[in-house]
């Protein structure tokens, strides 16, 4: 969706910055860039990242990056722009304003826009285009919402629900890889095994190296992220810190404990959106399981809902 723009302005010189608050979405967007726009000089700027003079045509960065710059930039791209922490600190927009030049372009990408955005939006103030439908053309994979009594002490005593059991079991597609969202650290380390248990019993992993767990403090997460995306891992544990801005093509999606704080609207829709993003396998299996409904779960599924009518539209 950005490629035409952004080859738009590469020819007439302009410099480029794509931006995003999400460290994981700039590691997978440089080697697609790179790949896609040969000859042209482009770095990627992150914590350790290995590109350290930030003077090339074309950047891409996380937010706190953008704190380098001053007037710099031609074409301000800021993907994720409703995620943390960008949307709750006033430095981090002050400091993407200060990068962008005072005759230039700033483009804001989401899939979930915050409340102000809607109310811009609403009111005229803020010039939008809505894509409901990906490149594919294929509808967004609904969630389904099963409930899991007492599934908050099951979690917590290291045991697994009925419902997620019999779904691992009899899932529709077994070839399609796992990813599991748990609302806490802690969560990971205590289900890691169970679950890794179950499925080497079904024989969904032929070895317990098959599963691994991933959060924003482990050293190894670029290496298990990269590993998931090379199908070097059937299923992978996690936060939400992978709730956008990656891409997996074939996997299912299981969120334990939905019903928790952390799922707000937009993280489930994020979530949601993790499957099915591929032409090959655009149907990808979505289940939130919970132990009582939340606002947050019926939003995000109705939101999905609205989305796939407009698509239908078109």
Known sequence: MLFPAITAALKQGKRIA?????VDVIRE???RLEQAFQGVTIEALYGGSEHKAGKSQLILATTHQLMRYYQAFDVLIIDEVDAFPFYLDKSLMYAAKQAAKKQSTTLYLTATPRKNFRLQMKLGKLPHVFVPLRYHGHLLPVPKLKLSFYLSSQLANKKLPDSFRKWLINRQNPQRQLL???PKISMIKELKEVITLLLLKT???????DLQAVYAADKDRETKIKQFRNRELHALITTTIL?????FPSVDVAVLDAGHEVFNEAALVQIAGRAGRSADDPDGEVIFFHDGKTD???KARQMILDMN???KKL
Do not use: Y
């Open 296 to 298: 947050a779960m019926e």
């Open 243 to 247: 709730e956008r801005g990656v891409t």
């Open 18 to 22: 794509l931006a995003s608050p999400r």
């Open 180 to 182: 599991i969202f748990v």
């Open 203 to 209: 024989g969904a992993i032929s070895a317990s190296e």
């Open 29 to 31: 967007l440089f080697p």
């Open 309 to 311: 009518e407009r698509g």
